[in-house]
């Protein structure tokens, strides 16, 4: 059994509380840690939006997403009706200024206890809503925010975001969340590499030939057109998603794992990252565009039939980028980021390809000998898998062949692997920023993607098209095999 850490009373405050991520995603996490005996005595969570539910017709809502968005396994009758006595709705317009708060502070009758307040609405709605809050004396010693990805759709706006938020609130009380790095997988990397002596005197230019870094997706853009045309894979995946798995993969050993010094490792090399020149954005990205086709043997439609997308968008639904790190552990060492929607699987994976061995000393009959290989996979079945050369058993000879061993946390530990958002809503309220972005980070990464993003302007770089259900464009193969490298798409 894993281990339950116990938290303080605490009220949850969901700014969007009807919206899907909060149905979806916050509310089914905040259900599951519940019945796992982690929510206090006491504890409330308070959904805000404009709707004119009531309490009773916001927990009748909850009630339909947890059965909805969970297995039915996980659905236990009476827990979930105890869960929902905690839940509560406030109708409130949290941007207008003659807007009455009496009922959420009617609710919020102890500024002792922890307070979140969780902002899944639009980025542009972060500031103002925490100059309200403010305004409205809802702030405590106490108080955390939680600002949801995308922080901005460039550096400007990324700025500007921190800058109205950092106004009310200090550093140490803003959690910039990406759920891929509550991943119980992404995670296990770092005790993969500084809990164990057998790879980290390998992670480096000395032993590593390449990293492959790809989050594929089956899905479209789902009901997000009017999102994702304005953003694409670029700013929606790679800037955030992508870039910090980057940077847990090619830190440096914190000092100890705590917030500070592991968020100081991830700047490090995110200020090490080589920028991509306009002149060099043809040849180390790519950008492609999902035409109509089949996922899982069901017909889909292209990215520009998608209802709420403009019909001559050039926007991209799949994004390549050969990164590079200028440092003396990873120079020479490519880095292939590689995102997608509408893929043949969804898969998200971390590719650590070794060197090959320099001289074998069998001969060319036992076969070709094939370079290790740690793949480190966050979804769908998280684990770890190391590929190695063995001898085939049998009489005969010395036939080599390249033979896996695969750890699967489901299997080795046999318990249901919570989700990404369980861990970090609850470490909101433990106080602990390790797996959150500090602002340095949010801006660094755009500094590095916002001259790919002109460059791709500049040259009027053209979203290749690839079919739904496929690997992606033929570009991006090109891309890799240009420098004698192959994608792994064992999973794909």
Excluded at 22 to 27: D, E, H, N, Q, S
Excluded at 82 to 105: G, N, P, Q, Y
Aim: overall charge negative.
């Amino acid at each position: 059994m894993a281990e339950i850490i116990p938290v303080d009373p605490f009220d949850y405050i969901v700014f969007g509380g009807t919206g899907d991520l909060a149905r979806r995603k916050l509310l089914p996490a905040l259900y599951h840690r519940f019945v796992d005996g982690q929510i206090p005595d006491g504890a409330q969570i308070i959904g805000v939006s404009r709707s004119p539910l009531d309490h009773d017709g916001y927990r009748q809502s909850i009630n339909d997403a947890c059965r909805t968005f969970l297995p039915a396994e996980d659905i236990d009758e009476k827990a979930l009706a105890d869960f929902l006595t905690i839940v509560h709705h406030i109708s409130l317009d949290a941007l207008d200024d003659d807007a009455d708060w009496s009922e959420l502070r009617a609710l919020l009758n102890d500024d002792t206890r922890v307070r979140v307040f969780y902002m899944a609405t639009a980025p542009r709605l972060y500031g103002p809503v925490a100059q309200n809050l403010d305004a409205q004396g809802l702030i405590t010693p106490a108080t955390r925010i939680v600002l949801e990805k995308p922080i901005g759709t460039d550096l400007a706006s990324a700025r500007a975001i921190n800058d109205a938020v950092g106004a009310v609130f200090d550093e140490q009380a803003i959690y910039r969340i990406d759920h891929y790095l509550g991943k119980e997988t992404v995670q296990n990397l770092m005790a993969l590499r500084f809990a164990n002596a057998l790879f980290e005197p390998l992670w480096s230019n000395a032993a590593v030939d390449h990293i492959q870094i790809t989050v594929a997706e089956t899905v479209g853009v789902e009901g997000r057109a009017s999102y994702y045309d304005h953003s694409g894979a670029l700013r929606d995946m790679v800037q955030n998603h992508l870039v910090q798995l980057l940077c847990l993969t090619a830190m440096e050993p914190p000092s100890t794992f705590d917030a500070g010094c592991v968020r100081d490792e991830k700047l490090k090399v995110l200020r090490a990252l080589r920028p991509i020149t306009r002149a060099e954005v043809e040849r180390k990205t790519v950008r492609g565009q999902y035409r109509k086709g089949a996922v899982n043997e069901q017909a889909v439609l292209g990215y520009l039939d998608e209802e709420g997308v403009a019909p001559s968008s050039t926007t991209e639904s799949f994004c390549v980028i050969k990164a590079e790190i200028d440092n003396w552990r990873w120079a020479g060492v490519p880095f292939y980021l590689r995102t997608g929607k509408r893929m043949a699987l969804r898969a998200s994976e971390i590719v650590v390809s070794f060197k090959e061995v320099k001289h074998s000393i069998f001969t060319d009959d036992a076969g070709k000998l094939h370079a290790n290989k740690l793949v480190i996979r966050l979804q769908p079945d998280e684990g770890i898998s190391l590929d190695l050369m063995t001898k085939e058993p049998g009489p005969g000879g010395m036939r080599l062949k390249p033979a896996e061993l695969n750890l699967s946390f489901a299997d080795a530990f046999n318990v249901r692997n919570p989700e990404a958002y369980e861990r970090l809503l609850m470490d909101v309220v433990r106080g602990n920023q390790t797996l959150f972005m500090h602002r340095k980070e949010v801006e660094a990464a755009w500094q590095w993607v916002e001259p790919i993003l002109d460059g791709w302007r500049d040259t009027k770089q053209e979203a290749h098209g690839y079919m739904a259900g496929g690997l992606g464009p033929a570009a991006s193969i090109a891309l890799i095999e240009r420098d004698g490298r192959t994608w792994d798409d064992e999973l794909l």
